[in-house]
């Protein structure tokens, strides 16, 4: 039997899609029923890798744990990875497929790719009582509208009742109900079951009278008013997710020398930034002040430095080097700690050799810090890991024997140089081919890692900060979180809020299916 399918559309990009998809996976898991997220076109910096090695969206890695399945690379056939130059890298099934400019995507290729996607969804159709499609931005882009295959066409592939969603945090959320509706076609209007109005801040009562003259105006039911809800450590999928860049010495850390001050970690905000949900479980460690900087004033008084993964790693080497961030870093290094993950590490070494000019043309001088070259090549290295610490150190503190874990996604392969010191020794899940990652510099101080989520496993993470702060001769910390145990608590605190919050029995109605107020209560037992 094919799978009964809801639509979660937006006025806008940002508005919550995302969370709220997850949201209603957790719930209609709840109720006993078999579900699974479904985005046929994503476009972002942030991905996760499928047990069989595939890449995807990290938005459907996240709502395929919040349905309590394993991630597919059917939940997302196809991957947009802005490439910086007014084009992206094009992955399709997990899989590079090309670079193409946007104007070549949507008016060449698109099309062709369409029964790629429409196989994806009907093979999780297959599968599952319930799909829950996100959509993309808005459907009402008409200048796009003629080649869009996440939004409006979707909907109607999977026959889909849709819930638009709109964004009171960002102002407006009125008009922009009634403008996105008012641009659709008459049958497109006929899928919106309803709509929705997120972030919502304040007394609800006086909200009230303009959500009775809007459903009015539309014809259509509001199902409810979801709360802003704050501190709710769950991926993002983009960079507006990103706590917003500061500039100036308005940014600059409070000083202290209370040994029980947090550590300060800065990680550089580069402009082809990929997969910065690498530092969630970091952020939210209370004994830690996180910050996202991109000037090299605002990297005074770290403790930690951080360069995170990226799509374009030359570039943002340039970009650091104009900058004159790269100065700071070679100037920290003899004192403090620097780390770097995945470009980031890349970046950290003595060159980028670059033969089949994917990023750039010819060799780049890096910074040298760690005694390794990197080759790119065509083909990108997409693996689930685990493995553990070569040696019993970090920062030159000892450490016990640390089992790590994470996610590779790159094009780049390694060259040790003969003092090198390799990071861990990994095997990887679906083979067990044991392999070598990451380096550490000499004096133990500056480590790289091709691992993303490495800082997701509690046990490396708090023997990481314990190191760090041994380090600086900080005192200990009193508590460190449970990361994975905060995720799940975070995923149900959301599924519990919209349930509260939305009129269950009419979305349920629209799949044909009566709701249980008493599932939530149940799975708790």
Request: aromatic content about 6%; glycine content about 8%.
């Amino acid at each position: 039997m094919r799978a009964r399918a809801i639509m979660v559309l937006g006025t806008s990009s940002h508005v919550g899609k995302s969370l709220l998809t997850a949201a209603l996976c957790r719930i209609f898991a709840q109720q006993g029923y078999r579900v699974a997220p479904f985005k046929s076109q994503n476009m972002s910096l942030n991905s996760a890798v499928t047990p069989e090695g595939l890449e995807i969206g990290r938005a459907q890695a996240l709502q395929a744990e919040a349905a309590g399945i394993l991630p597919s690379v059917h939940m997302n056939p196809i991957l947009l990875k802005p490439a910086g130059d007014m084009s992206s890298q094009v992955v399709v099934l997990g899989k590079i497929w090309g670079k193409l400019t946007a104007s070549d995507y949507h008016l060449r290729r698109v099309e062709e790719l369409l029964p790629i996607v429409r196989e994806s969804y009907e093979i999780l159709a297959a599968q599952n009582d319930i799909v829950i499609l996100e959509g993309a931005g808005s459907p009402a882009e008409i200048n796009l509208k003629q080649h869009d295959i996440v939004n409006m066409c979707m909907a109607e592939i999977a026959d889909a009742t849709c819930l638009l969603v709109g964004d009171i945090d960002r102002g407006g959320v009125f008009a922009s109900l009634f403008g996105t509706i008012e641009l659709l076609d008459p049958h497109e209007q006929a899928r919106i079951g309803g709509f929705l109005i997120n972030k919502f801040r304040g007394d609800v009562s006086l909200l009230s009278p303009g959500v009775r003259m809007i459903e009015d105006r539309l014809g259509k039911p509001c199902l409810g008013v979801v709360p802003y809800l704050p501190q709710l450590t769950i991926d993002e999928e983009d960079s507006l997710g990103l706590p917003p860049l500061q500039a100036g010495n308005g940014y600059s850390w409070s000083l202290s020398d209370e040994p029980t001050r947090p550590l300060r970690i800065a990680v550089i905000a580069l402009p082809s930034f990929s997969n910065f949900t690498d530092f969630d479980a970091l952020r939210a460690e209370p004994s830690v002040s996180l910050r996202f900087c991109s000037t090299p004033d605002q990297l005074t008084h770290a403790d930690i430095l951080i360069i995170p993964g990226s799509k374009q790693t030359v570039s943002d080497l340039r970009w650091m080097q104009g900058k004159g961030i790269d100065l700071v870093l070679i100037d920290h290094a003899p004192k403090g700690l620097i780390i770097g993950i995945c470009g980031g590490m890349q970046i950290l070494g003595k060159g980028i050799i670059d033969p089949h000019n994917m990023e750039h043309t010819g060799n780049v001088e890096a910074l040298g810090l760690l005694a390794i070259y990197t080759t790119m090549q065509p083909q990108k290295i997409t693996r689930i890991s685990s493995g553990h610490l070569i040696g019993a150190a970090l920062f030159g503190q000892p450490t016990p024997s640390l089992a790590i874990r994470g996610y590779e996604i790159h094009i780049g392969t390694t060259r040790y140089l003969e003092e090198a010191k390799p990071f861990a020794q990994l095997e990887t899940d679906s083979g067990g081919e044991t392999l070598l990652d990451g380096c550490v510099s000499h004096n133990g101080r500056i480590f790289g890692s091709y691992l993303h989520g490495l800082f997701d496993s509690d046990a490396f993470r708090h023997a990481f900060l314990a190191a760090a702060r041994a380090f600086y001769n900080l005192a200990p910390t009193t508590h460190m979180e449970n990361w994975q145990q905060k995720r799940e608590d975070s995923l149900n605190r959301l599924a519990d809020s919209v349930r509260s919050s939305l009129d269950m029995p009419k979305l349920f109605s629209w799949v044909d299916l009566t709701y249980n107020a008493h599932s939530r209560e149940e799975s708790r037992r």
